[in-house]
């Protein structure tokens, strides 16, 4: 397989050039990761690595470590069937989540991503604040969202859902498919053309594992069926996994996440909220948190049913959230810091 299949291009080759590998170093895609034991794409075929030892020393955090979708050097040694990741290249884009727990710290689900697909149910799965968290995150990653709505033909009131979707997904492109029906899946092969990245993001069984076995024409990766009553379903995916497609493009297939713990996505906010971030400029203080101060603009709008109240909740539990996690942060730097000066 050449290289290029797999999104390597002149940037990439830069970075790997500008190590210095030596004798013995080549590029390489991730494609699985085990905890610290991964599989990797190169020019030669599928090998096995470790992270070198050198490099999991240095990593001040678990997200310098190689991710899905990485590129990497890898240094091989003959008479040895397994290699080393040496260095991870920096990264065109990373979709990233707080670690679940009380650690702080980043865990970045897939990187060197083009497209992040948000995949949603139409049945009991169809939440738009959690579409809102996706949409954080899928901004402030570097890669273009897409949403896709699954299973139109468990809600008759699908239309109306999907026009809630879209008010809240502003520009990005929204499009309903039925997997298991194999409709409108010819949208999602669009966006991938030979050597582009997509990631299928969302709950267990919204038909992610069934997009991935219809773009590549077979059944690849085992699907469970959901419960009725709620829509939910077990973790059918149990790791993440870069997959080649047929039409040329790569596809990262993840586990379900129902819940999404933000990561630094001060900026994404402010496109997400774009029509709450709007009525804010008009408020009569410019510092207006939008909760007991007189002259709101947005609890105008709230007041005469410009503004959903529910979104303007949502808006506040967010920043709440990105206000904890500063202060988190901050105390594990002072930790860090301690840490090294002694």
């Known amino acids: 397989m050449r290289l290029t299949q797999l999104g390597w291009d002149e940037a990439f080759a830069a970075a790997f050039d500008a190590l210095e590998p030596g004798a013995?170093?080549?590029p390489a895609r991730v494609a699985i990761e085990f905890n610290y034991l991964y599989r990797v794409w190169t020019a030669e075929g599928e090998r096995e690595t470790t992270v070198a030892g050198r490099l999991k020393h240095r990593a001040r955090s678990r997200s310098e470590l190689p991710a899905v979708g990485d590129w990497v050097a890898v240094r091989?040694?003959?008479g040895q069937d397994k290699g080393a990741v040496i260095a991870v290249l920096p990264r065109r884009s990373a979709f990233s989540r707080k670690m679940?727990?009380?650690?702080?710290?980043?865990?970045?689900?897939?990187?060197n991503v083009d497209v992040v697909f948000i995949v949603m149910g139409l049945d009991a799965d169809f939440n738009l604040r959690r579409l809102e968290r996706y949409l954080l995150l899928a901004r402030e990653s570097g890669a273009s969202p897409v949403v896709l709505l699954t299973k139109p033909d468990l809600n008759e009131a699908a239309p109306a859902r999907l026009a809630e979707a879209e008010a809240v997904s502003g520009s990005t492109p929204v499009h309903v498919v039925g997997p298991k029906l194999n409709t409108g899946l010819d949208q999602v092969a669009a966006y991938l053309r030979t050597g582009c990245t997509g990631a299928l993001l969302g709950s267990s069984g919204v038909g992610k594992t069934t997009i991935i076995n219809r773009l590549v024409g077979q059944d690849v990766r085992r699907t469970r069926?959901?419960?009725e009553?709620?829509?939910?379903g077990r973790h059918t995916t149990a790791h993440r996994e870069l997959i080649v497609l047929p039409g040329g493009g790569l596809m990262i297939d993840t586990p379900g996440m129902r819940e999404l713990q933000l990561w630094d996505v001060t900026e994404a906010v402010r496109e997400t909220?774009?029509?709450?971030e709007a009525l804010a400029a008009l408020c009569h203080f410019t510092d207006c948190r939008h909760r007991d101060e007189p002259r709101c603009a947005v609890k105008a709008a709230v007041a005469d049913g410009r503004l959903?109240?529910?979104?303007?909740e949502s808006y506040h539990k967010l920043r709440g959230e990105l206000e904890e996690l500063?202060?988190?942060?901050?105390v594990r730097d002072q930790r860090e810091q301690k840490r090294r000066s002694r």
């Open 24 to 26: 013995g170093v080549q």
């Open 76 to 78: 091989t040694r003959e």
């Open 100 to 111: 679940a727990g009380a650690v702080t710290d980043e865990q970045v689900v897939a990187a």
């Open 225 to 227: 069926e959901v419960r």
């Open 229 to 232: 009553s709620d829509s939910r």
């Open 273 to 276: 909220f774009d029509d709450l």
């Open 308 to 312: 959903d109240p529910r979104r303007v």
């Open 326 to 330: 500063a202060r988190q942060q901050e």
